[in-house]
């Protein structure tokens, strides 16, 4: 990362918290993935290497529960309430599903490339 933006990174976090860091002290992009109806959608991504993917609850009503249990990365995001956030950056290449714990037919496969 260019120093500059390192700076700008490193104010940024001081000025708004913990969102701040992951966005912008990786550079990667975050990808949003809704969790309406019981379903993730998208449903497929292709990512990079140590980027992100957000899982919101957009649900009124609902918990989700996502999570990873592979052989070389695991994940739980704990039981999500209506409005909250999910943040699971992926660290090896390979494909992963990502489940939820309280909706057995919720799916989303997020293949992970090399950057
Ligand atoms: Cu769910």
Redesign the pocket.
């Known amino acids: 990362m260019h120093a500059l933006l390192r700076v700008a990174a490193i104010t940024a976090l001081a000025a708004t918290g913990a969102t701040a860091i992951t966005v912008s002290a990786i550079g990667a992009r975050v990808y949003d993935v809704s969790?309406k109806g019981?379903a993730f959608q998208p449903a497929a991504l292709v990512i990079k290497r140590g980027e992100t993917v957000q899982v919101l609850n957009d649900d009124a009503d609902?918990?989700?529960?996502a999570y990873v249990d592979a052989p070389d990365f695991t994940f739980d995001s704990g039981d999500q309430e209506p409005g909250e956030k999910a943040r699971i950056v992926f660290p090896v290449v390979g494909t992963f599903a990502v489940l939820?714990g309280?909706?057995p037919k919720?799916k989303l496969t997020v293949r992970v490339e090399e950057r």
């Open positions: 969790q019981r609902l918990l989700h529960h939820c309280i909706h919720m």
